[in-house]
């Protein structure tokens, strides 16, 4: 059996927090031993709503030393920026051909991003057909995301199929990767985590400001000496660091009563301190580092383009592109 290629991306939007660690980098990174693993940072995808040239620079460099620091190795994978490999514009000009205006307009997260204030312009419209682009212009097999992104990932798969049914077997239908234990990570206001909704827990940065924001985690307001509910983000955000016998002892520990939530954040704030602490460290080096960072971006904008060149060079010349 040839060894499966798994793709996915991240925006650089703003800090990466737990939710993007847990919903989908951690598995990129376990994936990475047994598959040929491929993982950019999205800038272009970005640029629907960031419209800072300083700060889509300064994230963009920081989400990229944020995953190498996570595990995301150059030397197995290929780690590049978007931008960096252009051919995925171009491809994805051709595949909005195959994409009907409904499909996109029944895009979930177009209309919410749209109640969320952005400006409903075409970068935004149309984001499904670049990121249909990024996953097919590398033959992914597979694709890890959160639930956020399976009506993303549906698009895709359904693009690709129009396309071929056009043109013969040119791309490659991808699968969609979404584990069920952490297909939505809560934020500490119990909506999904992101980094547009300000309720994000980063792995990065700021020790102050990841404790304040330990700190902040909603809780319910049961009395010292009564049983805590379980269904809330404390409870929910600290299961994720914990194996399963110690899951078991947090819910015996919020059923007896006298249980201190400032406790549990305490505890909580520690976990996540104490599990990143590598990897904060590696990626306090990158960060220090900026040249030996800007050499790996170019070594994995060279192994992304090669394999972009010969894509859209078959893309092109099935569709009669002299
Ligand atoms: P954000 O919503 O914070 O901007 P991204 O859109 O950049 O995050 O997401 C990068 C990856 O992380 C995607 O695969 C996305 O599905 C996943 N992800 C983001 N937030 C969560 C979450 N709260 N729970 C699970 N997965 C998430
Ligand atoms: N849209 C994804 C997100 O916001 C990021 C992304 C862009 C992506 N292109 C991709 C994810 C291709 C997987 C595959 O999370």
């Known amino acids: 059996m040839s060894t499966k290629r798994i793709l996915s991306g991240v925006q650089p939007s703003g800090l990466l927090h737990i939710g993007n660690y847990f919903g989908m980098i951690k598995r990129m990174i376990h994936f990475q031993e047994s598959s040929d693993l491929f993982c950019f940072i999205a800038n272009y995808h970005s640029l629907t709503s960031l419209s800072n040239k300083e700060e889509l620079e300064k994230n963009t460099f920081t989400s990229f030393c944020d995953i190498l620091a996570l595990g995301l190795d150059p030397s197995k994978s290929t780690v590049w920026v978007q931008s960096h490999v252009s051919e995925v514009t171009e491809l994805a000009w051709i595949l909005s051909n195959f994409t009907s205006v409904g499909m996109m307009e ?20 149309s984001y499904p057909i670049l990121m249909a682009s990024d996953i097919l212009l590398f033959h992914s097999d597979i694709v890890p995301v959160g639930k956020d992104q399976k009506q993303h990932l549906e698009m895709t798969r359904d693009i690709a199929i129009k396309f071929n049914n056009a043109f ?29 909704y300000n309720n994000t827990i980063p792995i990065f940065g700021d020790e102050k400001y990841i404790k304040d924001q330990v700190m902040n985690i909603i809780t319910d307001s049961a009395g010292l000496n009564e049983p805590k509910d379980i269904n809330t983000p404390l409870f929910k955000i600290y299961s994720l660091f914990l194996d399963q016998n110690k899951v078991e002892e947090l819910k015996e520990r919020y059923n007896t009563p006298g249980l201190k939530y400032m406790d549990v954040k305490n505890e909580l704030f ?53």
């Open 168 to 196: 013969g077997d040119v791309l490659t239908v991808p699968e969609i990767d979404i584990d069920e234990n952490t297909d939505i990570v809560t934020g500490i206001d119990d909506q999904k985590m992101s980094k547009s």
């Open 106 to 125: 029944r895009s979930t997260s177009y209309k919410d991003k749209i109640n969320k204030g952005l400006k409903p312009n075409m970068g935004l419209f």
């Open 270 to 322: 520690n976990c996540i301190m104490e599990y990143f602490s590598d990897q904060r460290a590696r990626r306090d080096e990158y960060f220090n580092n900026p040249d030996s960072v800007y050499d790996l971006m170019k070594l994995g904008q060279e192994k992304a383009k090669s394999v972009a060149a010969q894509t859209i060079e078959d893309v092109k010349k099935s569709i009669g592109m002299l």
